[in-house]
């Protein structure tokens, strides 16, 4: 399949997630990476922008009754840079995961632009 965007990972966050997962789990994420890599349109279900923060999404994953996330956000609107990603247990997505996705979102921007 095509890809229509790149997707990395920033610092080793999302790894350290990843590889603490089942491999049913890894499978499952490896998946929604594929689908924001290839579909051009991504469906809400699988990518939801965080409305606190402008310009992070969540990547969703979900297995039976489990749920995973994975932050992420575009740069330059066909590179997409994973954050971190947690166990999802509360209804609600925890602040500090927000928060720690945020800090790195900022980070990213700024050692690009010390990189110029």
Known sequence: MEKVRE?????????DFLVKQPKKVQDKIFK?????????RIPKSY???IESVKGLFEARIQLASNIWRVFC???????VILLNGFTKKTQKTPKK???????????YYSEKKKKR
Do not use: Q
């Open 32 to 40: 929604i990476i594929e689908a924001i890599e290839t579909l051009e």
């Open 47 to 49: 990518l939801k922008s």
């Open 7 to 15: 997707v990395i990972d920033y610092e080793n966050h999302f790894e």
């Open 73 to 79: 956000f575009f740069d330059k609107g066909k590179l």
């Open 97 to 107: 995961e927000i928060e720690k996705a945020k800090r790195l979102m900022e980070k």
